[in-house]
């Protein structure tokens, strides 16, 4: 059973950076794709970052430049480093995970679901 917990969300102020990290049970790094997906009040879920089981990622071009995804293999773990944050990165962010091979944003691919961590930028 495949367990995604998220944390590191809060409010900050624009230009502020926060880091959310995702700690995953019942499922090894190496298995497949890993993302980081958000949704704002009455707007569409996106794609913000996917890292690959090669280490490729793949970025949303708003947030390209100013949030880095990585894991750390050993702790099982992914993390988004946010940086100089603006309002419009507002919203829930959600841990997501796959067995698929690939690097994509398309949530299609991304099987597992955290519950989500708020970010707040005002």
């Known amino acids: 059973h495949v367990q995604l917990v998220e944390s590191g969300g809060g409010s900050v102020q624009p230009g502020d950076s926060l880091r959310l990290s995702c700690e995953a049970s019942?499922?090894?790094?190496?298995?497949?794709?890993m993302g980081w997906f958000r949704q704002a009040p009455g707007k569409e879920r996106e794609g913000v970052a996917a890292?690959?089981?090669?280490?490729?990622?793949v970025y949303l071009n708003s947030v390209k430049g100013r949030f880095t995804i990585s894991k750390d293999n050993a702790k099982n773990t992914l993390y988004l480093q946010m940086d100089t944050l603006k309002p419009e990165d507002s919203g829930t962010y959600y841990c997501?995970?796959?067995?698929?091979?690939?690097?994509?944003?398309?949530?299609?691919?991304?099987?597992?679901w955290g519950q989500g961590t708020q970010v707040t930028v005002s």
């Open positions: 997501t995970a796959s067995f698929w091979s690939g690097c994509s944003l398309v949530a299609g691919y991304h099987k597992y």
């Open positions: 019942g499922y090894t790094r190496a298995s497949g794709v």
């Open positions: 890292i690959g089981n090669d280490g490729a990622t």
